[in-house]
């Protein structure tokens, strides 16, 4: 990849992006928190029905003037496509009624109004005195939600109990006295332990107290009123498991043929992995061999400190070793901080840097309660996901190219499907690199990769409500609990976290396998089509400087 190039002319279609980011800043004020551009930093989106359609307007507004603007470049095109397929995707969502069943253990407001103050800066007085501000305003939050779900709690339209039921002590612990809000606030301190002032101090306390009394009050709503409405039915059928898949992928799917496909795609993982575990011990099994290099001291980390450090090391090397070697990596993006997340729901993510880079990309690894022992031979291929070539080269390169993106697409736009994909395709390129050619590490990748097709089996089946692989009956908890334990090396709670998170988020978990599938798709495509001039890394760096894209433009943009 290059560094960024002259700055291109804005154009009509570039000036709507950027209106768009402006506008959902001014919608949910925390989009700006999240993007790292000014705002309104100790406020909350309108998440009530009101709130709703003023988003609605909004939308439509974009798209009426999107329909009316001329393309004047690729970029223009790009763009043009991209946005009017989000939005007009965003329509035909609510039109499903998507926004009122909007519960689930990982990523709906319940924990998206906590897990935005993660991102916000806490160095100076004006930084907490927008945290104190966000907690005071948090309430009204929670409760613009609140009036959303029971909403859809008039109109039949509802989460499944399960989802409830989890979401619901999720909430407790959020509002008990020792919680999250209350140990955020009393360790809060400026720069170098400072000190904050009594009276912010003050604030900040009355904040945590009157957040957490929020969740109280979200848990007994769940729990009283949305719990007996709820669905009993885990799977979302054909319809709107359709829309959820085309929402992660930016991409339509034959989702009876990728079902096949994840079949045997799974039993080509297992394959290969139990070729790996030869390599360890010859004749070993899948089981065996794990055995072996979980009980190998040198692959064992004590503590989340010690994660943090491995973590941190490991993906400074990889950054060093392939600016020099395999990618142009500019300085900015260099910096990636590797972090413990202060929840303990279970799952490892990455937060882009800020549209000014003085908040650095993040890989962040929330640890649940009682985890204290890691395996590096799990997680090398983790970190190298999450941040270089994976995650942060891509997103980390996207914010960089100010030269030719707006705001919107360095910043918004994208899906899980090219996001994850790409993070799976530069997983499978370490190894090609040779950063993987340790049996272990090899073995962690395949462990991941093999997750990642079984997830694509168990959420087709379970919300499309196919049989049983073994012919019995339909997907089920049960069922997916068990196949996930024989396909997963993980322990219980991970398993159990991540079964819930499958059943609650139709269609996200199995964006990253189709996702690596279909980049695949595209790069060989490329390859047939340009014959001997074909350069891997010249198709790489033409695909990650369009940033952020739905797989379907991204498709159409490279082999157009």
């Not at 798709?521 to 952020?548: K, P």
Request: hydrophobic share 40%; proline share 4%.
């Amino acid at each position: 990849m290059t560094d960024a190039v002259t700055p291109r002319t804005p154009t009509q279609i570039d000036q709507i992006a950027e209106d768009w980011v402006t506008t959902l800043a001014d919608l949910d004020p925390t989009v700006a928190t999240w993007i790292g551009i000014p705002g309104r930093h100790d406020e909350y989106e309108d998440l009530s029905p009101a709130g709703h359609q003023a988003g609605v307007d909004a939308r439509s507004a974009v798209l009426a003037k999107l329909e009316k603007a001329v393309i004047v470049d690729d970029v223009d095109w790009v763009t043009k496509t991209d946005l009017t397929n989000e939005l007009t995707l965003a329509e035909q969502s609510d039109e499903a009624g998507l926004w009122m069943r909007d519960l689930n253990v990982i990523a709906s407001p319940a924990q998206g109004i906590r897990d935005i103050l993660d991102l916000m800066p806490t160095d100076t007085e004006r930084n907490w005195a927008d945290i104190s501000g966000r907690l005071a305003n948090l309430p009204g939050a929670l409760d613009g939600y609140i009036e959303t779900l029971r909403l859809g709690i008039e109109k039949g339209i509802t989460p499944a109990k399960r989802q409830v039921r989890e979401v619901i002590e999720q909430a407790r612990k959020h509002a008990a006295r020792d919680g999250f809000f209350r140990n955020f606030t009393e360790s809060a301190s400026l720069a170098e332990q400072q000190p904050l002032p009594d009276s912010l101090r003050s604030d900040l306390s009355q904040g945590a107290a009157v957040s957490a009394a929020a969740y109280d009050r979200l848990a007994a709503f769940l729990a009283e009123e949305l719990l007996p409405a709820a669905r009993e039915e885990d799977g979302v059928g054909r319809e709107i498991y359709a829309l959820q898949s085309r929402h992660f992928l930016g991409a339509t799917i034959d989702l009876d043929e990728t079902y096949e496909w994840g079949i045997e795609e799974l039993a080509r993982m297992v394959e290969q992995q139990e070729a790996g575990a030869h390599e360890i011990k010859p004749g070993a099994t899948v089981a065996e061999a794990v055995a072996i290099l979980d009980a190998d001291p040198s692959r064992t980390l004590h503590g989340t400190a010690a994660l943090q450090e491995w973590m941190q090391q490991l993906s400074d090397r990889a950054v060093d070793e392939l600016s020099k070697s395999h990618f142009d990596i500019p300085e900015p993006v260099k910096r990636l901080e590797c972090m413990i997340a202060p929840t303990q729901e279970g799952g490892i993510y990455y937060t882009s840097p800020s549209d000014d880079f003085s908040r650095a990309g993040r890989m962040w690894w929330s640890v649940p309660e009682g985890v204290t022992e890691f395996n590096t031979w799990r997680e090398t291929t983790t970190v190298y996901h999450e941040g270089v070539p994976g995650h942060h080269l891509q997103l980390g390169q996207a914010v960089y190219n100010r030269a030719t993106l707006n705001t919107y697409r360095r910043q918004l736009a994208g899906t899980s499907g090219h996001a994850e994909g790409w993070a799976l395709y530069a997983e499978r390129l370490m190894q090609d690199l040779g950063y993987l050619d340790d049996p272990g590490d090899r073995l962690g990748m395949l462990d991941g990769q093999r997750m990642r097709a079984a997830r694509v089996v168990l959420d087709i089946g379970v919300h499309l409500g196919k049989p049983r692989l073994d012919g019995t009956g339909q997907w089920d908890w049960d069922y997916a609990l068990d196949f996930t334990s024989k396909n997963v090396n993980m322990n219980e709670q991970f398993v159990r976290f991540e079964v819930n998170r499958y059943f609650g988020w139709p269609g996200q978990a199995p964006a990253y396998k189709v996702g690596q599938r279909i980049w695949e798709q595209i790069r060989d495509a490329s390859a047939v089509s340009q014959g001997a001039d074909f350069d891997i890394r010249e198709f790489h760096r033409t695909a990650l400087d369009l940033g952020g894209v739905g797989l379907d433009t991204l498709k159409a943009a490279l082999l157009k």
